[in-house]
């Protein structure tokens, strides 16, 4: 088993607008990003179950010619909402870093 | 240089990805010897977040706006090209249009430049939302705040994002320079290659790639230009910095950026579909981009952006080491709130209500940074970093608050201790943080046309010399 914050060359978490936050988990070739896409490690469900969110709030997508896998929720506040936390949603993607891809 | 129907090709330089941000000057000097035909930048954004488009002031400080507009104005006059800015001042309002046009002009001066100005304003009157809400033709997008009449009343500022058709007519209007309002970012580089009749979704996507300047490279190294060769079937991007490379995966991988679905970006005239893009190397520094598609949308819609006050703040900045107030911390904030309630009450009696107000208290070292989203529960750290904020109605009262949060947080006792505590340690006392302002609108508006929400307004300028043009 491998963490795949071992396996991408970027996690990185940003607005997308102020009202969703958007993932992007980025790998440096085909084959590692095929590696993680083939494992099921990494899915709607999965990244449902980091932030407790329902299976249907998230979007889920497989970018092939970015060697990338990309999923979007939405904010629990607001940006720049009194109780946000994050301005640009840049720290949000730490729970994804442990994920164990076999 | 003549523009017509029947190019072949339209050269599109982009400076940088934020005007203020910043561009070396020999990229931009490179881009500007390559002959583009319009060059474009957008000014602004909701990054940053609400403030700048309810209180109207700058991300970017004014000095490094000016740097950057001083360059692009001298470079378009010199060849004589376009130059296209958006979103001005950072959130697009009436006032963020009307100090860059200040700017603008205020450089002409100063450099001797002559050129006919075209502004176009994006924010909404009151009573055209209010109309246009009767009539159901304004409608949320997902996820959204409540948006009524009242709404619209609290904002401070309320903006429509336009699309290329605004644009357009200031193009066609024979505009040497555009500053716009709030615009849609891949608008200001779609706008003259759909005028010209290029595949749409050849030109929209080029759009996407060159609204964030250099940011599609492999590894930008700091804000730069970026210039797209848009053809009848394709487009080629290339940065101008020599050391700047782009390869497939990086121009893919940046449709990811900031968007919530990296292949459908909905636009106000339709979406652009990146589902069967293809891209390849033509050389180790540039990519052809090919099978991009625009699926006209049914009706047209533009997005409202809106901010409003929320009020006056005030903070405080405290930690704690004492491992029997980190075991207990919850608890503590808890009791503090209800002191912090007891106290305000016991000052401001019927005059301030506990609605009136709002106290938050956020705890680093816990779950400062996700709040509800963090899945860790236990505390680790041997200390813990809490800001308390007190956002009131007036500042006035804000500082009152943030005064009582101090003295109740500094004593607040625990049961471990006997005798009087001092619990948290302030770097320094309460602050003052100004008015904040929230975002309160994610809707779509449906107008009768593509224009009617951003009208334009022509000048002859001419060194220190500037006159409304009269249509």
Partial sequence: ?102 | MAIGMNMDEIRVLAPTGVTGSGFLESSFEQGLAQKPHFIGADAGSTDPGPEYLGSGATAFPRAAIRRDLRLMLTGARKIKVPLLIGTAGTGGNAQQVSDMVDLVKEIAATEGLSFKLAVIQAEQDRDYLKRRLQEGRITPLFPAPEFDEKTIDRSAHIVGMMGVEPWQRALAAGADVIIAGRSSDTAIFAAMPVMMGFPEGIAWHMAKILECGAASAVQRKTPDCMFAWVRRDHFVVEAPDPSLRCTPQSIASHSLYENADPFKLLECSGTLDLTNSRYEAISDRAVRVKGSEFIKADRYTVKLEGAELVGYQSILIGSVRDPYIIRQIDDWTTRLTEKIHARVNMVFGDQLAPSDYLLNIRIYGKNGTMGPLEPVTDIKSHELCLIFEATAPTQDIANTIGGIIRHQALHLPIPEWSGLITAIACPYNQMERGAVYRFNVNHVLEPDSPTEMFPMTLFDVSGNYNREILT
């Fill in chain 1, 1 to 102: 088993m491998t963490q795949l914050a071992e396996l991408a060359r970027l996690i990185r978490s940003k607005n997308a607008g102020p009202f969703e936050l958007t993932f992007d988990i980025m790998f440096d070739d085909d084959e590692t990003y095929q590696r993680v896409k083939n494992s099921g490690a990494l899915s709607r469900e999965v990244v449902a179950q980091c932030y407790r969110l329902p299976v249907d709030a998230v979007k889920f997508f497989y970018c092939d010619h970015a060697y990338a896998i990309k999923a979007s929720i939405p904010r629990p506040y607001f940006q720049g909402d009194p109780r946000d936390s994050d301005g640009h949603g840049g720290q949000q993607y730490a729970p994804l870093m442990s994920i164990e891809v076999l």
